[in-house]
């Protein structure tokens, strides 16, 4: 089992290849850009691809998307600098349009970084991440809000997919509310497993 010092050196090493990342021709349009957050507290949110916004400034919650989403964090008790959000592709392809190739060509980092923070919680935020972690036949609008048992080599994880926070800005008046109901029972999750979150 690695201590948290080797988990950290690890992942600073994850980080640093997807910041020089240019495997994939998504590379020529765009700069890659990292996760942020704290991976002590064992939980993961998944967000399909970033923004413009987000690469410009190389901040993961700097687009107006993304400081809707962390308003709503903050409002049912998350604080963002205590999970740790990242992406299924790290660079944002052409038109917002997320290919399979995309993926696959991506999302071996997902994948080191799940094995390195081995998390309880992984939070879908997204149709691409939905079905990458749950298989494509998972609908948001049947599976948002409920807690999936997903196997790994170091054991179980829940996977809990949310709306994408996109559709907060495209239709506030249900999907706001749907995304604090649903972090809502993602805070009790969190308790009841004892993640530590303020
Ligand atoms: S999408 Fe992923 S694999 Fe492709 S260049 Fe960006 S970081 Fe690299």
Redesign the pocket.
Known sequence: MLSYEEKIDLFNDIENK?DK????P??EECK?ISGFGNIKNSILFVRDCPEFEEIRTNNVWSSPTARLFNKILHAAHINCNKIYSTYL???RPLNNKILAE?IN??SN?LNDIINIIEPKIIVTCGRHSLHYFLGNNKNINNSRGIFFNKEYSYGTTLIYPLNHPTSMIKLPSIRKKEMFDDLNLLFLKMIELKIIVE
């Open positions: 997807i990342c240019c495997l994939c998504l590379s890659p592709i790290h660079c995309d060509n991506c980092y």
